[in-house]
Every structure is written in structure tokens, then in C-alpha cells.
T-cell receptor, first 114, second 114 residues
């Protein structure tokens, strides 16, 4: 069964600090891995997408890494801001017979304190 | 440019009642999706429509029906609501169902079934 596990479940940091969120997956056949940011009461917004051959992808202060061999990804947030407080969701996609099959992680809830 | 809009924002139903959740997008996207998000769980795909005139089941289709009314609109119907369908429902759209396409999410509909 395809699974995406995220850790930690929740995280509290001080404004200006860095943090790293983890995503482990058992999804096959792997197509790509995407990180979303979901603000409270809103829909998810895509931050980065990575395919099998990509190791690192940045979007401003967000940097995602992918190790396809160990099936692990991380999202590093640099110099956190209060607006980074949100849930961060890892989504791994597989394609079978032309069908689209996304598997969503449960998310990591990040709180940034002033 | 509103993106993806959903109505209603909130709804309370009694067990056995029916209702239709509406979704519309103004990005000229071919593909549209319905997800549900439950506390402590990742988003799960209910149904999707790869293009106007087609619909396919996702991971959790039981108890739901969908209609792709036209290219812009994709509705989700609960024929006989059950408490287990209490959830937040998100509609999304993308250019196609290829996993590398970014999905754009609506703000969600919060449904409580008593």
C-alpha cells in the first residue's frame, strides 16, 4: 500500500530560526514529489515539485531535497517568518495505466512564534 | 481572476439529507478534482474529471456522485448524508491529470452531518 509519512507531527520555532521537515514514502511507481503549504482555513498551495532525477529544488526561503534511493524528502525553511505558520503537506504521485494516484501525507503543523 | 471557488463555505446537514457542493474554476483548466480532508489524515481523492465529459473514481468514492457540468464547473453530490461524511471538502483544478501539473485548490467547504 502506498504511504507517505511526515515528521514531526508539529513543530514550534522562534521567528528567524531555520527548521527542517521530513517526508518518507513508499509509493510505487514513483512519478514526483510535491510539497504544499496549507494556511489555516485555506486550500493547499504548491511550493515545490521534484521528479526522480532532481535532488534539490528551491522556492525563496523554502528548499526541498529528494533522495529517491532512500525514498526520503525534506523541506528546509530558512529564516522563518510569522507567515510561515501553516501545515506543510508532502504528496507523492504514482502513475499506473494512465491513472493519476496521489498519496498525501498528514502534514506537519508549524507554528512560528515572535 | 478568482481561481477556484466553492459554495457553500459551511453546511450543516441531518443524516439522510442530500446536498450538492459546487465548484467552479476560471483558469480554463481541463482537469478537476474533489478531495476530503479529515482531522489527522491526509487529503483523499474522492473523484476526478480528466476533461469535460469524463469522470473517474478516486480513493474514497462511496457515498458520492459527481457531475462535470461544463469545462468550468464540477459538482459533488451527497445523496444521503452520513455522519462519516463530516469533513472539509476541497475542489482543485489543473491543466491536465499529469502528476507534474500543479493543482490549484479552492478554499474548501466545511460540512457537518448530525
Amino acid at each position: 500500500k502506498n504511504q507517505v509519512e511526515q515528521s514531526p507531527q508539529s513543530l514550534i520555532i522562534l521567528e528567524g530560526k531555520n527548521c527542517t521537515l521530513q517526508c518518507n514514502y513508499t509509493v510505487s511507481p514513483f512519478s514526483n514529489l510535491r510539497w504544499y503549504k496549507q494556511d489555516t482555513g485555506r486550500g493547499p498551495v504548491s511550493l515545490t515539485i521534484m521528479t526522480f532525477s532532481e535532488n534539490t529544488k528551491s522556492n525563496g526561503r523554502y528548499t526541498a531535497t529528494l533522495d529517491a534511493d532512500t525514498k526520503q524528502s525534506s523541506l528546509h525553511i530558512t529564516a522563518s517568518q510569522l507567515s510561515d505558520s501553516a501545515s506543510y503537506i508532502c504528496v507523492v504521485s504514482a502513475v499506473r495505466g494512465g491513472s493519476y494516484i496521489p498519496t498525501f501525507g498528514r502534514g506537519t503543523s508549524l507554528i512560528v512564534h515572535p | 481572476n478568482a481561481g477556484v471557488t466553492q459554495t457553500p463555505k459551511f453546511q450543516v446537514l441531518k443524516t439522510g439529507q442530500s446536498m450538492t457542493l459546487q465548484c467552479a474554476q476560471d483558469m480554463n483548466h481541463n482537469s478537476m478534482y474533489w478531495y476530503r480532508q479529515d482531522p489527522g489524515m491526509g487529503l483523499r481523492l474522492i473523484y476526478y474529471s480528466a476533461s469535460e465529459g469524463t469522470t473517474d473514481k478516486g480513493e474514497v468514492p462511496n457515498g458520492y456522485n459527481v457531475s462535470r457540468l461544463n469545462k468550468r464547473e464540477f459538482s459533488l453530490r451527497l445523496e444521503s448524508a452520513a455522519p462519516s461524511q463530516t469533513s472539509v471538502y476541497f475542489c482543485a483544478s489543473s491543466g491536465s491529470t499529469r502528476p507534474q501539473e500543479t493543482q490549484y485548490f479552492g478554499p474548501g467547504t466545511r460540512l457537518l452531518v448530525l
